[in-house]
Antibody, heavy 122, light 107 residues
């Protein structure tokens, strides 16, 4: 059974940093692209970032480019999102989502974690 | 960037009704489109990918069609458990983009 377990969210002041983690279970992590998608309170879904299955290529939304870094450790079956220079508008639930449905670099999101809440406020 | 426009933004229908949601891309995306269902307080769930392929475990009353710029999600017979917000997403090019969502309510 595929499981994605996010952690690392919390309350942070504007300008601060957080690192989110997503532990993956139930599939061969190293053969699938991975993604972060966020949802601000009461709003729709916003794609944040994607990384290829090997980790050699990344993409970012303009809203986070230069501030956020996505990376993965295939030996630990874990995806990360390093978030720096956080702003109030980054407040959202952050979801980790598996790329699919095929192995390789495909960008439909076929499984999602439960999400972790990031609140940026003074 | 490819803009995804969903309509309507909300729909209210009775149990057993046929419900249709449309999604329009600002440029052609072939069939690289997905539909997601998000129930209140839950993570989204993939329903349809490549415009018309049904994700494993999804009831057959859900179907998708379209290619290029115009796509449709159809619920053939609305059930109470279909109360949710539905989103389309293009997977043709970065940045990946979602539609604004369609809230489905039960009369």
């Amino acid at each position: 059974e595929v499981q994605l377990l996010e952690s690392g969210g919390g309350l942070v002041q504007p300008g601060g940093s957080l690192r989110l983690s997503c532990a993956a279970f139930g599939f061969t992590f190293s053969t699938y692209a991975m993604n972060w998608v966020r949802q601000a309170p009461g709003k729709g879904l916003e794609w944040v970032s994607s990384v290829t299955y090997s980790g050699d290529s990344t993409n970012y939304a303009d809203s986070v480019k230069g501030r956020f870094t996505i990376f993965r450790d295939n030996s630990k079956n874990t995806l990360y999102l390093q978030m720096n220079s956080l702003r109030a508008e980054d407040t959202a639930i952050y979801y980790c989502a598996k790329g699919g449905p095929e192995s390789g670099n495909y960008y439909f999101h076929d499984f999602w974690g439960q999400g972790t809440l990031v609140t940026v406020s003074s | 960037d490819i803009q995804m426009t969903q309509s309507p933004s909300s729909v209210s229908a009775s149990v057993g009704d046929r419900v249709t949601i449309t999604c329009r891309a600002s440029q052609g995306i072939s069939r690289r489109l997905a539909w997601y269902q998000q129930k209140l307080g839950e993570a989204p769930k993939l329903l349809i990918y490549y415009a018309s392929s049904l994700q494993s475990g999804v009831p057959s009353r859900f179907s998708g069609s379209g290619s290029g710029t115009d796509f449709t999600l159809t619920i053939s017979s609305l059930q109470p458990e279909d109360l949710a917000t539905y989103y389309c997403q293009q997977a043709d090019s970065f940045p990946l983009t979602f539609g604004g969502g369609t809230k489905v309510e039960i009369k």
